[in-house]
């Protein structure tokens, strides 16, 4: 199976989305203009949007409808009414999205965030039928060292999947966020930060692994295993610290986390 054979199996795309100002729309807006063809390959959307406060939410809601609406097919919104703008809230979101798709029955969903890109060449990766959960593995230069820099015992035993994307299909799991165990996480960070010196984020890959592990899933990297052994060399002589590879594509997916910054090819 290829990669836009999965997609074709999708019930939906969904992301959460955070517009802190009007400057959010137009660098979504940006972000997206790349992303059209892969984004008209869905027949439903979901997003749930986060405002910076009630006014922001007044003043471009309809913008963001009308953004979104041009963009994605048949959308469907959450719009949230306070303000969220941390990892803690970023959790609520997402776990909102899941449990959208669940209420309606979906099977297979993709999820992406607002400035993720994904290129034609993505469209290609062979991938194996009738898995539950199909992720990137996030891996840093740090953990590769704990590790002895063994490319090897690196891909066996490393599990670690990046949020920003991945297909799910939600009728085989509960949940994916403890929302309990990710307040606690959150206030032990507020109350020392060196608890967790990369800073919080890491609660959201946690709290994936758990799920997929939790619910017994059948899982596969989506970035086949000669790529990903490449992929850890490149981390190991570069010395990439950050696991979510910003701004570095990977087999034709984009965390363009700085879409103003040049974007570089890992592999």
């Given at each position: ?38 984004n ?36 469907s ?17 997402e ?6 798709c669940k ?26 039928d ?11 230069a ?28 939600v ?6 966020y ?71 594509s990977?087999?034709?997916i ?14």
């Open positions: 199976m290829r990669f836009k054979e999965l997609v074709n199996k999708c019930d939906a795309i969904v992301f959460p989305a955070y517009i802190g100002d009007e400057n959010d729309l137009l660098r979504i807006n940006h972000l997206q203009m790349m992303n059209d063809k892969f008209k390959l869905f027949s439903n959307t979901i997003i749930c949007i986060n405002y910076r406060n009630s006014y922001v939410r007044n003043k471009c809601k309809d913008q963001a409808e009308k953004l979104f609406n041009f963009h994605f097919n048949n959308v919104y959450i719009h949230n009414k306070i303000n969220y703008e941390n990892v803690r809230s970023l959790c609520e979101q776990e909102t999205l899941i449990q959208e209420s309606r029955g979906y099977n297979y969903i993709c999820k992406t965030m607002d400035h993720v890109i994904i290129l034609e060449e993505a469209l290609d990766i062979s991938l194996d009738n898995k539950d959960f199909y992720f990137t593995c996030g891996i840093g740090q953990r590769c060292i704990e590790k002895n820099n063994d490319i090897d015992l690196i891909y066996n035993t490393e599990f670690f999947p990046q949020t920003n994307f991945y297909f799910l299909d009728s085989k799991i509960d949940y994916i403890d929302l309990e165990e990710v307040e606690q996480k959150h206030l032990e960070w507020e109350a020392d930060n060196s608890v967790c010196p990369n800073g919080y984020f890491i609660c959201c890959e946690d709290q994936t692994a758990k799920m997929a592990l939790r619910n017994n899933l059948n899982k596969q990297d989506i970035i086949p295993e000669d790529k990903f052994k490449e992929l850890i060399q490149n981390v190991i002589d570069r010395r990439i610290a950050d696991p979510s590879y910003k701004n570095l990977t087999c034709g984009i965390h363009l986390q700085y879409p103003d910054q040049p974007v570089y090819k890992l592999i």
